[in-house]
């Protein structure tokens, strides 16, 4: 879907106010998914299956702690400071969607291997479709971000192919798929219809939210039913409506900033170190400016 018209933005000065809640409301979703996924993944650490993909699996959290100070870094240019993005911020004011903080099923290696995969395909086809962003700072980051997803894509599918290949894992695939399928489409649910629709008519996105889901659920679908997996279907609606039927979708979306009781939880464990030091700034080893 082509923008309303050939207008470029090069910062936050050339925005209008809606287009200034648009931009933001397509980074705190890029940003706050990246931050959550990243500080699941986390749990992992030195208790992957081998000692390969428990490497492997600490690089990618890093890779996508990464994306998401990138993302989070273009927001300061609306006058945010780091405080407000992670540390003191509510809970309920993030945006990321219900499937990254759901906890992993206890040493269910197929659930993380699941979850990365449907994430992966859809912040894959979300950065293609930000590619010609109208808003450069945008556009100039999404190349850096697809390279290493690439990498996080392929890892998820070469694994998959693996578990996949004999009845007991391919019976843990298609468990983890049953359950983090609904999850997954919250990645596609809107912050806010008229905000989403900003989005896609100043050509801050090339592609609305229902294009992109129908992309992710066909891709997701050919590769898993190809290794034996089946995949839910999609009642899918007028094609003007953003939502899917309701019946498909979990109680909580995140995307509104109504999350399951997980997310509260895992917030305290990551902001538990400032908090218990009594910080009311973020600290780093190195200043920007040094």
Do not use: C
Request: hydrophobic fraction near 35%.
């Amino acid at each position: 879907m082509a923008a309303a018209d050939d207008a470029t933005f090069a910062s936050t000065d050339d925005l209008d106010e809606a287009e200034q809640e648009a931009v933001q409301d397509l980074l705190f979703r890029l940003a706050d998914d990246e931050l959550v996924l990243a500080e699941r993944y986390t749990e992992w650490q030195v208790r992957a299956p081998t000692l390969e993909s428990d490497i492997s699996m600490a690089n990618i959290a890093q890779d996508e702690l990464g994306h998401a100070r990138l993302w989070y870094e273009v927001l300061k240019g609306f006058g945010y400071d780091e405080t407000d993005l992670i540390w003191e911020r509510d809970a309920d004011d993030f945006r990321h969607s219900t499937l990254v903080e759901q906890p992993f099923a206890e040493g269910d290696w197929a659930d993380a291997i699941v979850r990365a995969y449907l994430y992966d395909v859809a912040e894959d086809i979300q950065l293609h479709a930000l590619k010609n962003s109208t808003f450069e700072p945008i556009r100039d980051r999404v190349g850096k971000v697809l390279g290493e997803e690439d990498y996080h894509l392929e890892y998820a599918t070469n694994w998959l192919e693996r578990l996949a290949a004999d009845d007991e894992g391919r019976e843990n695939v298609q468990d983890a798929v049953d359950r983090l399928y609904p999850y997954a489409l919250t990645l596609f649910e809107p912050t806010d219809e008229e905000v989403e629709a900003t989005i896609v008519e100043r050509g801050l996105r090339g592609e609305d939210l229902v294009e992109l889901r129908d992309t992710w659920h066909d891709r997701v679908s050919d590769f898993l039913e190809s290794i034996g997996i089946e995949v839910p279907g999609l009642d899918l609606p007028d094609q003007y409506d953003v939502h899917i039927s309701p019946d498909e979708l979990p109680e909580h979306l995140g995307r509104d900033g109504d999350h399951t009781d997980h997310w509260e939880s895992l917030l305290d464990e990551m902001t538990e170190a400032y908090d218990e030091l009594g910080r009311d700034y973020a600290t780093h080893i190195m200043d920007d400016d040094e």
